[in-house]
């Protein structure tokens, strides 16, 4: 497994993103609309259908919240979270045909596609995988080089994309644990979900504020981001969505996606 970059903190004063990830079924993502600067679409292969894209362009669009596609592996039995060894062809066509599908979408409702975030496995193993992370990076750019792209922090993923010539989105996560090296607990093992809203909520400020992580271990590690990654499909997701644009606020941090030019 990659190590990851070691960076210096952003101040305690900043502007962060709050995403979601909408269309697989959680019921209430227009509701998550209030709370979020930026979400991300499934585009139909491990979630979500083209009717549900277009009611979410459009509620988007609506709220002022940017848009962003959120590929995965065509594997919905699994929620794309298995992971899978794919030729690299197979994985490219995939992300044009899900990105297309959903930036056809966008512009038909006379919006705009702001950014692409991988979903599940693939976010995961692209984290780790160089090759795969290249080539992610270089479709989306080859679908339009305005995008951004939104990957896991200081991982290669990151790398991939600014060596694309595209503008990286690095990802924290709000509910998480994280690994000694930077990258996520994989699901199948303990503390892969922190245990309580306020452990969330405290991860979430350090993050934003100090730049840095509690680990699975009890080591703190350096993690720049720009954008912090709220879930949308567990038990009290619009509770802590809530709780979590409070938090930041009273903390005197705006929110606001990073394609906002006000």
């Given at each position: 497994?990659?190590?990851?970059?070691?960076?210096?903190?952003?101040?305690?004063?900043?502007?962060?993103?709050?995403n979601a990830d909408v269309g697989e079924g959680a019921g209430y993502d227009v509701q998550l609309l209030?709370?979020?600067?930026?979400?991300?679409?499934?585009?139909?292969?491990?979630?979500?259908?083209?009717?549900?894209?277009?009611?979410?362009?459009?509620?988007?669009?609506?709220?002022?919240?940017?848009?962003?596609?959120?590929?995965?592996?065509?594997?919905?039995?699994?929620?794309?979270?298995?992971?899978?060894?794919?030729?690299?062809?197979?994985?490219?066509?995939?992300?044009?045909?899900?990105?297309?599908?959903?930036?056809?979408?966008?512009?038909?409702?006379?919006?705009?596609?702001?950014?692409?975030?991988?979903?599940?496995?693939?976010?995961?193993?692209?984290?780790?995988?160089?090759?795969?992370?290249?080539?992610?990076?270089?479709?989306?750019?080859?679908?339009?080089?305005?995008?951004?792209?939104?990957?896991?922090?200081?991982?290669?993923?990151?790398?991939?994309?600014?060596?694309?010539?595209?503008?990286?989105?690095?990802?924290?996560?709000?509910?998480?644990?994280?690994?000694?090296?930077?990258?996520?607990?994989?699901?199948?093992?303990?503390?892969?979900?922190?245990?309580?809203?306020?452990?969330?909520?405290?991860?979430?400020?350090?993050?934003?504020?100090?730049?840095?992580?509690?680990?699975?271990?009890?080591?703190?590690?350096?993690?720049?981001?720009?954008?912090?990654?709220?879930?949308?499909?567990?038990?009290?997701?619009?509770?802590?969505?809530?709780?979590?644009?409070?938090?930041?606020?009273?903390?005197?941090?705006?929110?606001?996606?990073?394609?906002?030019?006000?």
């Amino acid at each position: 497994m990659n190590e990851l970059h070691m960076t210096s903190p952003h101040s305690p004063d900043r502007t962060i993103d709050l995403n979601a990830d909408v269309g697989e079924g959680a019921g209430y993502d227009v509701q998550l609309l209030q709370y979020v600067s930026s979400i991300n679409i499934a585009c139909g292969w491990h979630a979500g259908s083209a009717i549900q894209m277009q009611a979410l362009v459009r509620a988007a669009i609506q709220a002022g919240v940017a848009i962003g596609a959120h590929p995965g592996y065509l594997d919905p039995e699994h929620f794309g979270r298995r992971e899978m060894q794919l030729p690299l062809d197979e994985v490219r066509a995939g992300i044009l045909y899900q990105v297309g599908a959903l930036q056809a979408i966008v512009n038909a409702e006379g919006g705009r596609l702001t950014h692409v975030k991988p979903h599940g496995a693939l976010y995961n193993q692209a984290a780790r995988d160089p090759a795969l992370a290249k080539c992610i990076a270089d479709a989306v750019a080859d679908i339009d080089p305005m995008l951004a792209v939104t990957g896991l922090a200081n991982s290669v993923m990151i790398d991939a994309i600014e060596h694309a010539g595209l503008k990286p989105l690095s990802e924290g996560f709000a509910d998480r644990g994280y690994t000694e090296s930077g990258h996520l607990v994989p699901r199948s093992q303990p503390g892969a979900l922190l245990a309580s809203d306020e452990a969330m909520l405290m991860q979430m400020l350090c993050m934003v504020r100090d730049g840095c992580v509690h680990t699975r271990s009890g080591t703190d590690i350096r993690l720049q981001i720009d954008t912090i990654c709220l879930h949308g499909d567990g038990q009290h997701a619009l509770q802590f969505a809530q709780r979590a644009k409070d938090t930041l606020l009273a903390a005197g941090i705006r929110i606001a996606s990073p394609h906002d030019k006000r």
